[in-house]
């Protein structure tokens, strides 16, 4: 077999930078203890080591407090403290003033399941004040979700507004800055998913009130790492979903009230961070900038070639059909070949690892009228993909193509 190729990124990062290796050996071999759980040498070092990766995500994503990016599992966790925290607040105060109001959320057709689930938990669940969600329609040909969409859809309890800002189905690029603009004139917190963009996509926290960000996807750390950045003061409006021990202020039988410590209960995945810290400097070493234009340029050759319906006989490309509005994830149907089988026939006969299915976004595949038919075909590109990578992978698109059309 030829050498293979990693289009999975989507899904979590492949190949990490050899500095990322390395960091998490030297601290499994060389340091190992657990942060904040003694005053000996190692033990304060690892504490080091974690505040530094906090330091460079902030830097990353120009967030102003380090101490208000808050380490999580992945991404599903950081989304879930960030909407659970905001249930559990609103819920408790709307028993506290007596009141029956529902509490209200605002998503969109485009969103992840870790977005998705935990509202139908939510409104799921009987007890309390109820929880309602309002699910906003994408443009079936781009994914685009209309800002004025937004605005008509924020009542008088809603409590936040979340989007996704690169699909992880489409790769659509969704107007954060306008949502972001929309919220602040509302007064209503704003949640952006930035699972296929953080480390990609140059990104300012300005733009919204929290961030959820996984540390194994395009931020080059390892998988069981993530953070929720926290604009600073949107803390009084989330509560904490799990309690446990800090290694600070130990005397006291209640969760500490400080940050990061009053949402980051329990010993840290220190050797996560510490491989997250080192992509995370890898991405600062070379530029955001530098990196999304690399990543530009593939989406323009791929989008240009697939632009020849004639070279790619009975393929469709999802999303939007131009460089604009989009990031380096390309999912598509074949009138004749289904989306597994596709994937299968990249595998064996070309080296292509892709990813088919509805991706965890049952919405986002409705719609583009996917979702009842085996999904899409998916190919995500990630920052070692050269160009050669691209010509193969072309290559083989139109073959396959060719082939089943001659049939």
Avoid at 87 to 107: C, D, L, Q, Y
Wanted: with cysteine; glycine share 10%.
């Amino acid at each position: 077999m030829t050498e293979r190729i990693y289009l999975d990124n989507a899904a979590t990062s492949f190949p990490k930078p050899a500095c990322v290796h390395e960091a998490m050996t030297f601290y499994a071999t060389t340091i190992g203890a657990s942060p904040g759980r003694g005053s000996y040498h190692e033990s304060v070092e690892g504490g080091r080591r974690i505040a530094r990766c906090r330091r460079r995500l902030a830097s990353l994503l120009n967030a102003p407090s380090p101490d208000h990016i808050i380490f999580t599992l992945n991404a599903s966790d950081a989304l879930n403290l960030a909407i659970k925290g905001i249930a559990h607040h609103e819920r408790a105060r709307r028993v506290r003033e007596g009141s029956n109001k529902p509490v209200h959320f605002i998503a969109t057709s485009m969103d992840h399941n870790s977005v998705l689930r935990p509202l139908n938990a939510l409104a799921a669940d009987p007890v309390g004040p109820p929880v309602e969600w309002t699910c906003l329609d994408a443009d079936p040909e781009t994914g685009l979700v209309d800002p004025a969409r937004l605005s008509g859809a924020i009542r008088p309890e809603t409590a936040l507004v979340i989007a996704v800002h690169a699909s992880n189905v489409s790769g659509t690029l969704q107007p954060i800055e306008d949502f972001g603009q929309v919220c602040r004139d509302r007064g209503v917190p704003f949640l952006v998913d930035a699972a296929q963009s953080a480390g990609r996509v140059p990104i300012d926290a300005g733009v919204a009130d929290l961030i959820a960000v996984p540390g194994h996807k395009y931020l080059l750390g390892p998988l069981g790492t993530g953070a929720l950045v926290m604009r600073p003061g949107v803390e009084e409006k989330i509560d904490t979903i799990r309690e446990g021990g800090t290694g600070t202020v130990s005397e006291q039988d209640t969760q500490p009230d400080s940050l990061p410590d009053r949402y980051e209960p329990g010993s840290h995945n220190t050797l996560g961070i510490v491989g997250l810290d080192a992509g995370v400097e890898w991405i600062l070493q070379r530029g955001v900038d530098r990196l999304w234009a690399d990543e530009q340029r593939h989406i323009e050759r791929i989008i240009d070639a697939l632009a020849d319906r004639d070279a790619f006989p009975g393929l469709r490309l999802i999303g939007p059909g131009t460089v604009d509005h989009r990031v380096g994830v390309f999912s598509f149907v074949h009138e004749a070949v289904e989306p597994h089988e596709f994937a299968a026939i990249l595998e064996s006969e070309f080296g292509i690892l892709s990813r088919a299915g509805v991706h965890c976004a049952p919405r986002a595949h409705g719609t583009f009228c996917t979702r009842d038919t085996g999904g899409a075909t998916r190919l995500s590109l990630g920052p070692f993909i050269t160009g050669e990578d691209i010509a193969r992978t072309l290559d083989a698109l139109r073959e396959i193509c060719t082939h089943a059309a001659a049939l």
